[in-house]
C-alpha cells in the first residue's frame, strides 16, 4: 500500500501570535500564493476564508484555530491559524500539541506583545521548532531591529535573521536574503511575482555584517557549519539552509523573517523558509506513550507500518455534519470503516468518514496515514485530549492539559422550550471548549458558566442564540473562587441512621492536608485489615469529592487537598456504599471547616502599553484596584506597566483604560494563579454566600 503523500514532504505547522499580529492575514496569503484560494480574503471586510465563524467575521478576530491544506515545492503544508485573544488559549494549546512546527508571527511596530511571550512559552513545552515572521514593516514605526532585540531578551531566544527590510514604514519594499545574498522586490500587487533586484549600495555593509553574524551563531551551534568555518571556506547558500534547518530542528535558534501580509510582501519566501527549516513528521523523535496494559512505558515509530495510535484533539458541533472529531495521526494508518480503539475511555469506535479540512469545508478521503491531521465523523464517546489506536495494541499518548475557568456567569433560559435546547447546546459546548464548564448550583437553582474571560462567555453566549438558537438571559461576570484548607487535620465522619428494619451505618476516620496550588485532589487507601471492607472505599472518595465540588465555606469548589483515609468501621447488615459516601462528605466538610480553610481568588497577569503621559493615572489607578505593578519597561516611544491585579478588579478595565487615555492604551490580562484571598473580604463573600443560602 503506497502512501498518498511522502512522510518527507509533509509540514504540520501552526501560526501562533499576539492578538491582531497578522496570523490570520498571513495565512489568507499563504492560501493566495499556493492556489488554494482564487480571491484574497481579508480580515477587515469579513473575508477570511480562515475566519469563517460568523462571529469572527462580525468581530475581525479569530475565535477557534481552524485547519487547512496547501501545496509549495512539492510540499504538502499543513496549517493550523490560531486565536491570538488570551480567552481562546485552549485552541493554541491543543494545536501546538499536534503540530511539528511553529510560524510566530509579530507586528513590527509593538515587538513581542504579552501574548506572543505566552504563546512562545506554550511552543517551548512542546519543543515546538519554530520561524520568526515580522509582520506589518509598512506600518510608521515598524522597527525589525527592535523587535529582534525583545525576541531575545522577552523570549530568551536565539534569533537568526535571515533576511533584512528593504526599507520601512510607507518606503517598505521588500526583503534582503542573507542566505542567497539577494534583494527581492515586491510591488504590492497581488498577482505579481517577486523581482529580483541589486542589493542596494547603502545596505551592503549591514548586509555582510548580518551574514557574517549568522555564519557565526550557526558556527557555535553545528559543528559542519563550524568546520567549514574554521577552515575559511566560503559557505554556500545550500550549506547555510541546511545547517538552519539542523539548528532549527534542534530547537537551539529561530531563523526570522520580515514582510507585510497585507501588502503582499514576503510571503513566498516565507513559503520557502517554511520547507526548508521546520520539520517534517519524520524529524521528530519516535512518539512516546504508555502502553494501555502494563503501563510501561513505549514508543512508536512515525511509520504506517506501524500500529495505529491518533490523539483526538478537538471537538466540534458542526452544524451541518454533526459531530466532527479531529485527529493527528502519530503512526501507523486507518481506513474509512476501519474499528478502533480509544484507550483512554476503554470503548471501541468505528471510523465513518475521513474528512481534510479547509476552514470550514471538507474534502473526503478514503484512508489517514501517519502524520494527517483530519477529522472523522461518526466517534461517539471520544473526546479532546483521547488516544486512538490498534485495538490489539493499545496505548496511551500523552493527553492536553487546559488552564481552569476563572470566570463566571449565571444563565437563564427564556421560555420553557429554551430549557431542554439549551441544556443540549451547553453540553455540546462544553465538549468542543474544555476550557468552558457548565454547573449546576442546586441551593439557587441556577445553571452557572464559566470560561476563560469575558470576551469567552460573551462569545459562548451569543453562539448559543446565532448557531443553537436558544434564549437565554445572563447575570454579572463573577470570579470563580475557590476553597481550600491551611493546615492538616484528622477527622471523622459518622453516618449512621436506626430506623426499625434495615439501617444505615458508614464511618471513617480521614487525615486532610493542604497541597500546593493547582496540583488539585488526591485520594490515598491507607486502610489495614479490612477496618472497612474493600467494595466502600471507592464510596467515601465519592463522598469526599462530591462534598468538595459543592464547597464548604462559601460554596465554590474545595481544591489542592489531599485525603487520607487510614481508619473507620462498619455494620454487617447495616453499611452500604450510599452510608460510607455520606460518611465521606461528612467528614470532608467537618474536616475542611477545622482546618483554617480560605478562599481563594484567580491573579490575572496585566500589561498594560501606554504612552508616557498616561503612566501616572494608570499606576494610580491600578494601585487602588490592589493592583501590584511588579515593574514599568520603556520600549521605543511606549511604556509597558507589568502588574498582577485580582481578576475581581479587572471587570470592564477595557472601557476604563480607554477613558483614562483617551483610547491610546492597550492591554492585555491573562491567568496567572490562585492566591488567598484578603481576609476582610473573605468575610464579605463567606457572608453573600450564607445570604445567597439563607436570604
Ligand atoms: N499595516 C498592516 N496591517 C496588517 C498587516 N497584516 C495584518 N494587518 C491588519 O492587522 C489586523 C489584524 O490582522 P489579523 O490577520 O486578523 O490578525 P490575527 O493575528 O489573525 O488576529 P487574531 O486572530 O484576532 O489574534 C487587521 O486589521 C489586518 O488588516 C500588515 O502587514 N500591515
Ligand atoms: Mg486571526
Known amino acids: 500500500m503506497s502512501r498518498s503523500f511522502p512522510l518527507a514532504r509533509i509540514r504540520n505547522i501552526g501560526i501562533i501570535a499576539h492578538i491582531d499580529a497578522g496570523k490570520t492575514t498571513v495565512t489568507e496569503r499563504i492560501l493566495y500564493y499556493t492556489g488554494r484560494t482564487y480571491k484574497l480574503g481579508d480580515v477587515d471586510s469579513g473575508t477570511a476564508v480562515m475566519d469563517w465563524m460568523e462571529q469572527e467575521r462580525e468581530r475581525g478576530i479569530t475565535i477557534t484555530a481552524a485547519a487547512t491544506t496547501c501545496y509549495w515545492q512539492d510540499h504538502r503544508i499543513n496549517i493550523i491559524d490560531t486565536p491570538g485573544h488570551v480567552d481562546f488559549t485552549a485552541e493554541v494549546e491543543r494545536s501546538l500539541r499536534v503540530l511539528d512546527g511553529g510560524v510566530v508571527v509579530f507586528d513590527g511596530v509593538a515587538g513581542v506583545e504579552a501574548q506572543s511571550e505566552t504563546v512562545w512559552r506554550q511552543a517551548n513545552r512542546y519543543r515546538v521548532p519554530r520561524i520568526c515572521f515580522i509582520n506589518k514593516m509598512d506600518r510608521v514605526g515598524a522597527n525589525f531591529r527592535r523587535t529582534l532585540d525583545m525576541i531575545e531578551q522577552r523570549l530568551k531566544a536565539k534569533p537568526l535573521p535571515v533576511q533584512l527590510p528593504l526599507g520601512s514604514g510607507d518606503s517598505y519594499q521588500g526583503i534582503i536574503d542573507l542566505v542567497e545574498n539577494k534583494a527581492w522586490y515586491f510591488d504590492g500587487e497581488p498577482d505579481s511575482e517577486p523581482k529580483e533586484i541589486a542589493i542596494p549600495e547603502s545596505d551592503e555593509a549591514l548586509c555582510a555584517e548580518f551574514r557574517h553574524a549568522l555564519i557565526e551563531k550557526l558556527a557555535e551551534n553545528d559543528d559542519r557549519i563550524l568546520e567549514a568555518y574554521l577552515e575559511g571556506h566560503e559557505i554556500t547558500p545550500s550549506q547555510l539552509r541546511e545547517a538552519l534547518r539542523r539548528v532549527t530542528l534542534a530547537n537551539k535558534g529561530v531563523p526570522i523573517l520580515c514582510g507585510s501580509a497585507l501588502r503582499n510582501k514576503g510571503i513566498q519566501p516565507l513559503l520557502d523558509a517554511i520547507v526548508s527549516y521546520l520539520p517534517s513528521p519524520l524529524d521528530l523523535p519516535p512518539v512516546r506513550a504508555i502502553d494501555a496494559k502494563t503501563g510501561a512505558e513505549v514508543t512508536r515509530p512515525v511509520s504506517d507500518e506501524a500500529p495505529f495510535a491518533a490523539l483526538a484533539f478537538k471537538v466540534v458541533a458542526d452544524p451541518f455534519v454533526g459531530r466532527l472529531v479531529y485527529f493527528r495521526v502519530y503512526s501507523g494508518r486507518v481506513e474509512v470503516g476501519d474499528q478502533v480503539f480509544n484507550a483512554t475511555r476503554g470503548k471501541r469506535e468505528r471510523i465513518g468518514r475521513l474528512l481534510l479540512m479547509h476552514a470550514n469545508r471538507r474534502e473526503e478521503v478514503n484512508e489517514a496515514d501517519a502524520g494527517t491531521i483530519v477529522a472523522t465523523m461518526g466517534l461517539k464517546n ?269 471587570f470592564g478595565y477595557a472601557t476604563r483604560l480607554r477613558s483614562l487615555t483617551q483610547g491610546r492604551a492597550t492591554h492585555s490580562l491573562e491567568f496567572f494563579q490562585y492566591k488567598e484571598l484578603p481576609a476582610e473580604l473573605t468575610e464579605e463573600i463567606t457572608e453573600q454566600a450564607v445570604g445567597k443560602r439563607y436570604g
Not at 451547553?426 to 445553571?447: A, H, I, R, W
Not at 437565554?472 to 473562587?481: D, E, I, T
Not at 455520606?582 to 490575572?604: D, H, N, Q
Open 382 to 650: 471520544t473526546f479532546t485530549g483521547d488516544t486512538l489506536c490498534d485495538t490489539s495494541q493499545p496505548i496511551l499518548l500523552e493527553s492536553i492539559r487546559f488552564p481552569e475557568p476563572v470566570l463566571a456567569v449565571s444563565i437563564e433560559p427564556k421560555t420553557r422550550a429554551d430549557q431542554d435546547k439549551m441544556i443540549d447546546a451547553l453540553q455540546k459546548l462544553t465538549e468542543e471548549d474544555p476550557t468552558f464548564k457548565v454547573s449546576y448550583n442546586e441551593e439557587t437553582g441556577q445553571t452557572i458558566i464559566s470560561g476563560m474571560g469575558e470576551l469567552h462567555l460573551e462569545v459562548i453566549v451569543n453562539r448559543l442564540v446565532s448557531e443553537f438558537g436558544v434564549g437565554a438571559r445572563v447575570g454579572k461576570p463573577r470570579v470563580a473562587y475557590k476553597e481550600t484548607i491551611t493546615v492538616p487535620v484528622q477527622v471523622e465522619g459518622k453516618f449512621v441512621r436506626q430506623t426499625g428494619g434495615h439501617g444505615q451505618y458508614g464511618h471513617v476516620w480521614l487525615q486532610l492536608e493542604p497541597m500546593t496550588r493547582g496540583s488539585g485532589f488526591q485520594f490515598i487507601d491507607a486502610i489495614k485489615g479490612a477496618t472497612i471492607p474493600k467494595q466502600y472505599i471507592p464510596a467515601v472518595e465519592q463522598g469526599i469529592k462530591e462534598a468538595m465540588e459543592t464547597g464548604v465555606l462559601a460554596g465554590y469548589p474545595v481544591v489542592d487537598i489531599k485525603a487520607t483515609l487510614y481508619d473507620g468501621s462498619y455494620h454487617e447488615v447495616d453499611s452500604s456504599e450510599m452510608a460510607f459516601k455520606m460518611a465521606g462528605s461528612i467528614a470532608l466538610r467537618e474536616g475542611v471547616l477545622k482546618a483554617k480553610p480560605v478562599i481563594l481568588e484567580p491573579i490575572m497577569k496585566l500589561e498594560v502599553v501606554t504612552p508616557e503621559q498616561f503612566l501616572g493615572d494608570i499606576i494610580g489607578d491600578l494601585n487602588a484596584k490592589r493592583g501590584h505593578v511588579e515593574n514599568i519597561e520603556a520600549q521605543g516611544e511606549m511604556y509597558i506597566i507589568h502588574c498582577l491585579i485580582p481578576l475581581a478588579e479587572t
